[in-house]
């Protein structure tokens, strides 16, 4: 169907203005379909109609990134396998309330279209996506859901809802897709879902229905395929811990059921879609312990694939099979809870029951390896069942009101392969009812059209594939029927006795051939095998190869295996197997797969039929899955099965072209000159008015109610072209006016400018005549001013001179009387008034000078001005020394405590041992820490740090000298506000306590040695052997340390000898220690040796 719309900018041209006048075009401008589209955007124009032309279209589009074309109301989509930016939000809100025809064909104008009938007009939706493997139908199915999702309302609980329904996808991605050689994420499986919406257009809900799970793939994938993805989506992606409850490995070559040629896929990362996945399910409403079931059942069917068998002979001859490995068969059963022996039973014996008879029957190898692959694809199968029903479960509906409804059909399309079994046999039949929907309900739409228009209903011949249903589903004598009544029949059964029939029953039928017809036609055909029939459908001919035919449909799992599937402690795995309950066993067939998707596809067309559809038609480019590839065989067979140039022939009956007249007129008034520029009458008129003036044939229009019929899409063609050059010289006058207005403005502007300048100009040559005048005027007057001025100044100064001359003169005069008359008093005290003055004027001098020239604020700035006279040089001393203590005060006024106390230390260290012991000068770079031990942080000294009790005032490492022999051990020292305590190194306790006030004293060398003598007092009981001769590396802070600590708990100064010989108490009597320094260096610390009973001599270096 076409349309006409107000004319508009092309993509192109938009995209070179500038962003603000883009936006005021988009604004005020609306495209048309017909507006300097690439090739035709609507099939329905494409003149002439063949399929040359409608492939050249569909490449001359895609080449130019145009991927989606209309035929009407039918989106085709051609996959361009690589990004574009036309899914935006901004693209979103450009599509969203806008005519179908009204923008570039695009997937989101028939997703609009959907929404707006659904909510509107309250009529219930569904959108059919069809095409094959690759061709992304996937895709499409989420940019619809996508499209609705940010068009429909907002809120918490609404927004809830809409990530439900799009995290499902990821979820059944996972279990449904597979990698194929056409396509990394192809979709095994059919899914429609239909999304209830309430009155006012927001989601409620979901329900999500599943056809024809693909289960095969799962005990084996053609070569370059992969399996379903969840299975390396777990391997990759698990834990370790998981994988290990799981009993799972992540090589993938363990496992016999994945194929290992295409286990990695170029683009796609297992591990991180794995996270999605656990996401996924648990935004939709998995509980932790829902999915660990479902991964332990995975992980059951992928360990199935390893149990092997090996055959073993009976006593009565028969062949057994018997497992080779159980260790497998262990851990699916530890998994599963299913008792081992059990399930290890159920792989060898068959029990087949009637009435009231059982027998058992033992399973070959072969039977063996068939009854695992089936118990695998059942397993697998009714998983993925199970996660479609619970999925419904959590995003079902929760109001019971009346809903709205839009259906999404994503679903595989026709297929043809080099070999077609039963698969492609019921996909290709599931199709062949799609196509029969879509013919019959497009012609529908378009007669209901016609009628509701008015117009003569003239009908259409096109090719009524109901003969093909009929040849596959016919309840008697259908393909399907009689493979059905195969399978059941008693005896021998297989392909051969299923084809013979066939042959039998469709021999004179036109649409079905094989060997035995051909033969019987005289027709040589070397292409159909013996084992093979053929069928004419819709979109072609499709040679079926029936072996295995009787094998998918029965699609049978013996029952040994389903009892021991309920008998298992796993409860989603005993729920997947309702049939297991010996109290409920029955001996009904179950219904054969062939018969189960007939039913559901009759559930199907039931549903369509009771919504308005919308089609999606996808296309694959090219088989290598490249972008800018398009491959024009690959689409023309495309093109061919998904009929779509019957699509053409039926929208292109009768009349082709249609537009309501509102637009009609709006698009083409400027072709007539009684409707341009406006239009006064309605619409109706207006559109007879304009297209009676362009002497058209009557015969080729026809006025409907509300829309005008075109017949041909040559006359809409000829429209646009004289509607071309009308804009043309439209656009000229246009021009030309908008010129004749520029140039009027622009003298305008010209002119007010000129008056305005010459104004502006006047004014300021006044301004300027005038300030010059100013300034001559006051100039003049300073001049006489200043005259007058300095003509008083003169008469003034002159006045002030003799005034000071007659002062000056009186002055000398009374002084020499006073001094002639104290003549004799004056010059017996003049002397001492002359010094006294002289004095005080140099010290004043002095002291102002000092001002002027202070040293810097720094402390150890020793500089200082020198005194000018001798006899201020004391003076001069003084100044300095108060000047440095105030210097001092300052600097210590601004230093932190911490800082504060190091100094302290430092300078009582000083007073201590400056100029007396030579190791002073080498401690002065060394801060004092006091805590040299780590008490704190070493749990051996816990004790320690306990007996000093929060009053630890340094606590260091000594070497303690032996009194006999003069050998140094090593000691802990600990000084605190009331002790000094001597510990063990090793044992880290207390050998000797000492109270401050037993303190007599402390000698050390004048040396840079850390030997030094504690001297005890007679009384004190600690000193009972005598004084402590001990040797420290941290001698200056000990000992500072030790002289601080004494002074503020006894009020008394510690006695600090220096010198190299002195008298050492020990229990025996007194001894002389001599400090003598040698120029051999034999280690570090200093070295004591006896000399005789009563002296000991002390070498340092």
Known sequence: RAAAFSGGASGEERRRRPAKERKMAKMEVKTSLLDNMIGVGDMVLLEPLAEESFISNLQQRFDHGEIYTYIGSVVISVNPYRSLPIYSPETVEEYRNRNFYELRPHIFALSDEA???????????????????????????????????????????????????????????????????????????????DIEFDFKGDPLGGVISNYLLEKSRVVKQP?????????????????????????????????????????????????????????????????????????????????????????????NGLDESKIKDKNELKEICELTGIDQSVLERAFSFRTVEAKQEKVSTTLNVAQAYYARDALAKNLYSRLFSWLVTRINESIKAQTKVRKKVMGVLDIYGFEIFEDNSFEQFIINYCNEKLQQIFILLTLKEEQEEYIREGIAWTPVEFFDNSVICDLIENNTGGILAMLDEECLRPGEVNEATFLAKLNQVFKEHKRYESRVTQNAKRIMDASLLADCFRIHHYAGKVTYNVTGFIEKNNDLLYRDLSQAMWKAKHELLHTLFPEGDPEKVSFKRPPTAGFQFKASVATLMKNLYSKKPNYIRCIKPNDTKKPAVFTDILVR?????????????????????????????????????ETWPHWNGNARDGVQALLGSLLI??????????????????????????????????????????????????????????????????GHMQKKKYSKMKMASLLIQAYVRGWKSRKLLRELKEQKRRTQAATIISAYWKGYQTRKDYKKYFRSGASACISTFIYRRLVQKFLLGLKNNLPSMTVIDHTWPPAPYKFLTDA????????????????????????????????????????????????????????????????????????????????????????????????LFLLTKSHVILADSKAAQPKTVITLSDIDGVSVSRYSDGFFVLHLKETSTAGSKGDFLLISDHLIELVTRLHQTVLETTKQKLKLQVTDEFLVKFKQGSITVKVVETAEKQGTAPICRKKGSHRMEVLVH
């Open 697 to 762: 044939d009557p015969k080729d229009l026809a006025y409907g109610y509300t829309k005008i019929f075109i017949r041909t899409p040559a006359l809409l063609f000829n429209l646009e072209d004289q509607r071309q050059r009308r804009v043309e010289e439209l656009a000229a006058l246009i021009q030309a006016t908008y010129r004749a207005w520029k140039c009027r403005m622009h003298y305008q502007m010209m002119r007010k400018s000129q008056i305005l300048i010459a104004a502006r100009f006047r």
């Open 876 to 971: 001069n001393q003084e100044l300095k020394k108060i000047f440095h203590h105030w210097r001092c005060k300052k600097y210590r006024d601004q230093l932190p405590p911490q800082r504060k106390t190091a100094l302290q230390d430092k300078l009582c260290a000083s007073e201590l041992f400056r100029d007396k012991k030579s190791l002073y000068a080498k401690s002065l770079s060394q801060p004092f820490r006091g805590e040299y031990l780590g008490l704190k942080e070493n749990p051996k000294y816990r004790k320690l740090q306990s007996t000093a009790d929060g009053k630890l005032v340094m606590a260091d490492n000594v070497r303690k000298v032996n009194r006999g022999d003069g050998k140094a051990s090593p000691r």
């Open 115 to 193: 929404y707006r009938s659904l909510r509107d007009q309250d009529k219930d939706q569904c959108i059919l996506i069809t095409g094959e493997s690759g061709a992304g139908k996937t895709e499409a199915s989420k940019l619809v859901m996508s499209y609705v999702a940010a068009v429909c309302g907002k809120g918490a609980e609404v927004n809830q809802v809409k990530e439900q329904l799009l995290q499902s996808n990821p979820v059944l991605e996972a279990f449904g897709n597979a990698k194929t050689v056409r396509n990394d994420n192809s979709s095994r499986f059919g899914k429609y879902m």
């Open 223 to 315: 070569r370059g395929e992969r399996n379903f993805h969840i299975f390396y989506q777990i391997l990759s992606g698990g834990s370790e811990d998981m994988l290990q409850n799981l009993k799972l490995e992540r090589d993938f070559s363990r496992y016999n059921y994945l194929s290992l040629d295409s286990a990695k896929v170029n683009g796609v990362d297992d591990a991180a879609n794995f996270r999605t996945v656990r996401n996924a399910m648990q935004i939709v409403g998995f509980m932790d312990h829902e999915t660990q079931s479902v991964f332990e059942v995975v992980a059951a069917v992928l360990k199935l694939g390893n149990i092997e068998f090996k055959p073993e002979s009976r006593v």
């Open 637 to 673: 067979t495309q093109v061919r099965y998904l009929g779509l140039m019957e699509n053409v022939r039926v929208r292109r009956a009768g009349y082709a072209y249609r537009q309501a007249y509102e637009p009609c007129l709006k698009r083409y008034k400027m072709l007539c000159k």
